[in-house]
């Protein structure tokens, strides 16, 4: 998964949606914090789409249990799966030991890293979001900001950051969670984002403000995001 260009990814904890997926999706971010017994799951896993795997922190909106080191070795384990194609960690994870030695067992497992930054409940400045991104791209393959807007000045800069930072050469993918920067997940790509994440069905959401796979799809596709 080279992320050279924009990846759709239906959000599930469920793999057993990757059927339903594969007409609008490029990839299945599976969800392990919010899946039953998630490595059960990857062992029976037989769909045509790669995946994106997630065991999201507590902290950043997940519902993972556990400790840090157990977290995160759940995410090392999925990587040996053939069908993951990339893992997402968040970058104040990256940052720490254990999470930079789970970044390298990852890559030497032939999986890209997304480092993640997930803010519920604001937008940070333009420069703030701007050197979260750069630090995020620096630690990952692709660089991922989920920031919560309450305005469309608050959209505005998620977009203006993602094209300063397509511009400097980083690999993104940035979205505006909540209903004011909601339009953010089908406008971004067209500044560079290299990742959508939405749900096959609108009440399954894993974030504020999605739009369900199939809208997403039919948006992006109409403004030219791939």
């Known amino acids: ?41 990857l062992d029976d896993y037989d769909g045509d789409l790669p995946l994106i795997v997630t065991n999201r922190d507590p902290a950043e909106g997940g519902e993972a249990t556990g400790t840090e080191a157990e977290r995160l070795d759940a995410l090392a384990t999925a990587s040996e799966y053939d069908a993951v194609g990339a893992v997402d960690i968040e970058l104040a994870s990256l940052r720490e030991a254990v999470g930079a030695s789970v970044a390298e067992t990852v890559r030497e497992n032939g999986a890209r890293v997304i480092a993640s930054v997930h803010d519920f409940e604001a937008t940070p400045s333009e420069s703030r979001l701007n050197d979260l991104l750069a630090a995020a791209a620096d630690h990952g393959d692709v660089g991922k900001a ?32 909540g209903e004011a920067g909601r339009h953010t997940r089908a406008v971004a790509p067209l500044y560079g984002s290299k990742i959508g994440y939405a749900p096959l069905d609108p009440d399954e959401a894993t974030a504020p403000g999605q739009y369900d796979l199939a809208t997403l799809a039919d948006l992006v596709d109409r403004l030219g995001g791939r």
């Open 1 to 41: 998964m080279e992320f050279d260009s924009l990846v759709l990814a239906a959000a599930t904890a469920d793999l057993g949606d990757e059927p339903a997926a594969r007409p609008h999706a490029d990839a299945v971010e599976f969800r392990m914090d919010l899946a039953a017994d998630p490595l059960a799951a």
């Open 146 to 177: 989920a920031v919560t807007a309450t305005d469309r000045e608050d959209a505005l800069r998620v977009l203006s950051a993602t094209h300063a930072a397509t511009a400097r050469g980083d690999r993104v993918a940035t979205m505006a969670m």
